[in-house]
């Protein structure tokens, strides 16, 4: 028969940033434990507010399946005498098994022939087996951080209060800490708190509507969307879009409902991103903007409770905000009585990292590098890459960016403008920060991308100098982030640069700060990017083999690197692909066990064969040279193709390890010659073809 399990996990607010991942681990965990089990079940669904995680299955087996498990004994030749008759050592085993010597069972294992015994093991209730695993399943969840209460053993996000758990409509019985479990839950915290009695899932759903708690994330996600869609319409604007907020706000209610809140408009003089950083970062106000995507001076408050007065709530959210926004207004003001250029030496008093020094230092090398960068790429940005790189951290000592962190580079493209810098400067200063996050934007600019690589690049090397290594748990420096924004930035501009030279200078302007040996931090850096790439472009779906295939020879350009991988990712969805990277592995395979080497002598040649293969090679090597030089490898490879035939009918036709020397070192100079042009593109040896 069919079942369904319902269980609610109610506890004190959970923050809204843990609810969403602790719903998708839920759902794996629990999955992975049902098939472990032997339990079947039909769909799994999890929901949540900040009071409650809920798990619902259905269509659960009553039982679990039955199975079978072998258990091996002693080694037949231990087992059994010269006439096949079981020893002691039989005897001795079936009778720990409950069995006669006769019910054993020969099975061959990796280690020979032993003795065994298969016994039927019958599956339990699922009601009895769910009341001794949900307890540590529900201790498994993960949370970024967790706590106990009271003198409880349990970890969890936040102290549990209730335990919902009916299998079919009956309890299934378990106790974490002092709490059983039962067949009650609670409605909204301040508009329904009273306790009722579940039945089933679909009764737990309208209970829970009617108790003003809207458990689905998606439904409420919905109608926030819905009430301040309204709200902005009635006074003719609309909501300025924010993913990240709207799924902020939807973890942080069970009922929400919208409030438009209005605030002076002599506000709106500062600077966009202030005016929604004070309404979004502490009070989750979302923006509400016209036509034209300018400011209104209107703002939206979500709330979880229907106003008793609607005009009391208006009014204290528009206190609230009007405090924060003179707060902007006065650091702003404050903030311009320092000339923007001075605070380069503020940042003398700013530690970046006790053992590679201030921001101040920081600053001073890698302005270097990003000068080094625009006279390699674009020598005509030297001096805005420059003066970007030394104004780009003076921000952090504003106290417009000590109140608002996320405005950091926001601010100093402003204060530089204020201060009459070049437009450029100031863009480079906001883009040195991107990308902040994965799939965040790019630097638009060149003279953002130098200063970006430049300060990600010391950061990366510096911190792998005094030995503060990423490791499977902890990347404090976020050097993963810190490396992936320089990877996506040199394949987006596909800057023609030597990634080990970078390095290299790098550490020389670390002189004095880094611990460990030089050579050991630049090749663990190069690895450290090496991964990067690889992760990057598997991402992206670029296949394993072909990534492999051209870092293991070429990874130091990596937008070079990137050309080939493209190309090769393209020639194997041709038929022509597979026989070809079997033919270079073949030649691969006998390269490798002799000494090729020399000239190939037309003269020496005994088979049509050879003298066939080695026209096509001569026929295409100068146009593919020249291809691979000016880096079309696609074409390079089309063009390669040709050599397909030819290879497979020297292999099929041509003994190349033959016992007359001369021969043979012709043969192999000639498969030497072929493999040598394939790897100016990539190890074919390396692509996988079964």
């Keep these: 028969m069919a079942k369904e399990l319902l269980l609610e996990i109610g506890t004190e607010e959970i923050p809204s940033g843990f609810v969403p991942n602790a719903l998708k681990d839920m759902k794996e965990l629990i999955e992975k434990e ?3 089990l032997r339990i079947g079940f039909g769909q799994i669904k999890t929901l949540g507010t900040p009071r409650r995680l809920v798990l619902y299955i259905d269509h659960m087996s009553d039982k679990q399946e039955d199975t079978y498990i072998e258990i091996i004994g002693p080694s037949k030749k231990v087992a059994l005498d010269q006439n096949g008759n079981p020893t002691k050592a039989a005897i001795g085993f079936a009778r720990a098994q409950g069995i006669n010597p006769s019910d054993l069972q020969q099975v061959s294992t990796l280690k020979g022939e032993y003795l065994a015994v298969r016994k ?49 409509g009956e309890i299934v019985p378990f106790k974490m800490y002092n709490i059983e479990s039962g067949d009650h839950s609670f409605g909204h915290r301040f508009m329904s708190p009273d306790q009722f009695k579940v039945q089933d899932f679909n009764h737990y759903i309208k209970h829970l509507r009617d108790a003003y708690v ?45 409030t438009l809140g209005r605030f ?30 300018r400011l209104l001076p209107y703002f939206i408050a979500v709330n979880n409770t229907l106003a008793k007065d609607h005009g009391i709530v208006v009014s204290g959210n528009e206190r609230v905000l009007k405090a924060r926004l003179s707060d902007a207004r006065f650091f702003f003001k404050e903030d311009q009585k320092i000339p923007f250029p001075e605070r380069v030496y503020h940042l003398k008093e700013v530690v970046f ?20 960068l625009a006279l390699e790429i674009k020598p ?61 934007i790019l630097p638009s600019t060149h003279a953002g991308a130098f200063v970006s690589i430049a300060d990600k690049l010391d950061t990366v090397v510096g911190c792998f100098g005094v030995g503060l290594i990423p490791t499977g748990t ?9 490396a992936l924004g320089i990877v996506n930035i040199i394949l987006d501009k596909r800057y023609p640069i030597s990634l080990k030279k970078l390095i290299e200078i790098n550490i020389e302007y670390l002189n004095g700060k880094i611990s460990r040996d030089p050579v050991m931090v630049k090749e663990g850096v190069l690895e450290f990017f090496r991964l990067r790439l690889q992760y990057q472009l598997t991402s992206q779906g670029y296949s394993y083999d072909i990534i492999d295939a051209v870092l293991s020879l070429y990874f130091d350009d990596l937008a070079d690197s990137f050309e080939r991988i493209k190309a090769l990712q393209e020639l194997k969805n041709q038929p022509d692909f597979k026989p070809l990277a079997i033919a270079f592995k073949r030649a691969s395979n006998i390269l490798s066990q002799s000494s090729p080497g020399g000239d190939v002598f037309p003269s020496l040649f005994q088979d049509s064969m050879e003298d066939t293969l080695f026209e096509a090679y001569k026929e295409i090597e100068e146009y593919v040279v020249e291809l691979i030089s000016k880096k079309r490898y696609l074409e390079a490879l089309i063009k390669m193709v040709q050599l397909r035939k030819p290879v497979d009918d020297f292999f099929d036709n041509v003994m190349v390890m033959v016992e007359d020397e001369k021969t043979r070192k012709n043969r192999l100079a000639i498969l030497a010659e072929i493999s040598g042009l394939f790897l100016n593109i990539a190890d074919f040896s390396k692509i996988i073809t079964e």
């Design 34 to 36: 049902l098939k472990n």
């Design 120 to 168: 039927k093991e019958t599956g339990n209730d699922t009601k009895r087996v769910l009341s001794s695993i949900l307890p540590r399943f529900i201790a498994s969840i993960p949370f970024p951080k967790s706590m106990r209460w009271g003198d409880s053993s349990i970890r969890f996000a936040r102290p549990i209060h209730w335990i919902l758990c009916i299998f079919n």
């Design 214 to 258: 809207i458990i689905d994330p998606i439904e409420r996600k919905d109608k926030i969307k819905e009430i301040i869609s309204q709200a902005a319409k009635a006074v003719s604007g609309k909501v300025l879009e924010d993913d990240e907020l709207l799924d902020d706000v939807t973890y942080l209610l069970e009922y929400p409902t919208a």
């Design 264 to 293: 002076e408009e002599r506000f709106l003089n500062l600077p966009r991103e202030v005016m929604i950083s004070s309404m979004r970062e502490h009070q989750k106000y979302f923006s509400v903007v016209d036509d034209a995507d």
């Design 353 to 372: 990292q006790s053992e590679l020094g201030t921001f101040y230092e920081k600053v001073m090398r890698f302005q270097k590098m990003a000068e080094c």
């Design 380 to 440: 005509e940005l030297k001096e805005i890459s420059k003066k970007a790189a030394i104004l780009c951290k003076a921000d952090l000592t504003s106290g417009m960016v000590g109140e608002f962190p996320k405005l950091q580079g926001i601010m100093g493209r402003e204060y530089a403008l204020l201060s009459g810098e070049d437009v450029e400067v100031a863009t480079a200063i906001y883009e040195h920060y991107l990308p902040r996050f994965s799939g965040d």
């Design 474 to 482: 902890s990347d404090p420096y976020a050097l993963r982030r810190q």
